[in-house]
């Protein structure tokens, strides 16, 4: 990758007109994503941007940059198969809760398992848009949709529990009301080395408008999300008067007043914390916001290019001619 130099938005803004709905998540969330590239200092012909299907997944025709919208739910396949071909460009793969979980919910797995180094933003508005309003695997049990005219029966699929069970080196969790903190989670997930994920809650106007409100909403946000900062405790509220402390394996909610010594520092190295933060939803808890977790592994391409170098050493570069004449063969006249 070649040095880091001085770029604007406007580098990674396309001539393609824009065609989400009109106050669709969507359009904060890109200009979120182009700033985060911009501020990453590699230039437009150095980075690639896959998606799947759905409304999200427009997102490549948007970015001046490399890019495929490719097969529903096979992004990750796809962003694979660029990476170890191209391993100095930059990543990013785009998706939705529908198009990453339920269809792609194994690649997704996978590449979160073996940790190529690449970027996954994933839209969470907890419905399908693009297919007009039928319930997603992240949708809240009850939700009446044309598909579930009675109410959703099916239980809640938690994207930061499916990462921690695929064993993602990050993850991370923003929200589209928010440009600032979507920038900076963005340039967090950038420079990790591996595979970085990262949920954005996104209001779908249409049809599911409101549906992450007291999480977005500026009026009340700060009273149900707690945002996590490395080396600092866990504090929210609009007075920053509530707090979290260790409760058994759980959190406690407590005042800050009379508490300061017991609130839990955060530090997203530590998984067992990482994996108590994921079963904060806003009910038990208050969401968490930022990086809920960061550790370093080897990447996939590490092992990878080390195996061909290795193979390198030991026989020397193959002769494609050689190989196709080795062994049995045969004449046709």
């Known amino acids: 990758m070649t040095e880091k130099i001085k770029l604007s938005k406007k580098d990674f803004m396309s001539d393609q007109e824009i065609k989400w709905c009109p106050g669709c998540g969507d359009y904060a969330i890109l200009a979120a994503a182009q700033m985060a590239m911009a501020n990453a200092g590699v230039p437009p012909h150095e980075v690639c941007v896959i998606s799947g299907i759905g409304c999200s ?34 990543v990013w793969i785009i998706t939705g809760d529908g198009d990453g979980l339920s269809i792609g919910g194994n690649h997704l797995a996978h590449i979160l398992r073996r940790n190529l180094d690449v970027n996954i933003i994933l839209f969470n508005n907890e419905i399908y848009g693009l297919t007009k309003g039928q319930y997603s695997p992240t949708s ?53 080395k591996g595979t970085s994920i ?27 999300t707690v945002r996590l900062e490395e080396g600092k405790p866990m504090i929210f509220g609009k007075d920053n008067n509530r707090g979290l402390i260790q409760d058994g394996f759980h959190f406690k909610e407590v005042e800050v007043s009379g508490n300061e010594d017991k609130l839990f520092i955060h530090d997203p190295t530590d998984e067992c914390l990482a994996q108590i933060l994921a079963n904060l939803d806003g009910v038990n808890g208050p969401m968490p916001l930022g990086v809920l977790k960061r550790i370093e592994v080897n990447t996939y391409e590490d092992g990878f290019f080390s195996q061909i170098d290795d193979q390198l050493d030991k026989k020397g570069k193959g002769d494609i001619k050689k190989l196709l004449m080795s062994g049995n063969t045969w004449e046709v006249n």
Do not use: W
């Open 140 to 192: 809240r049990q009850g939700t009446k949709t044309k598909s579930t005219p009675l109410g959703s029966i099916d239980r809640t699929f938690t994207p930061a529990k499916f990462a921690m069970g695929a064993g993602a080196t990050f993850f991370a969790r923003t929200i589209d009301t928010d440009p600032k903190h979507m920038i900076e989670v963005f340039a967090k997930a950038s420079a990790h």
């Open 198 to 224: 990262v949920e954005v809650f996104q209001n779908c106007i249409i049809f599911n408008d409101k549906i992450h409100d007291e999480f977005t909403n500026r009026s009340v946000r700060d009273d149900h």
């Open 57 to 90: 997944s427009r997102f490549p025709y948007y970015v001046n940059s490399f890019g495929m919208h490719s097969i529903h739910g096979r992004a990750p396949a796809v962003a694979t198969g660029v990476k170890l071909q191209n391993p100095n460009l930059s």
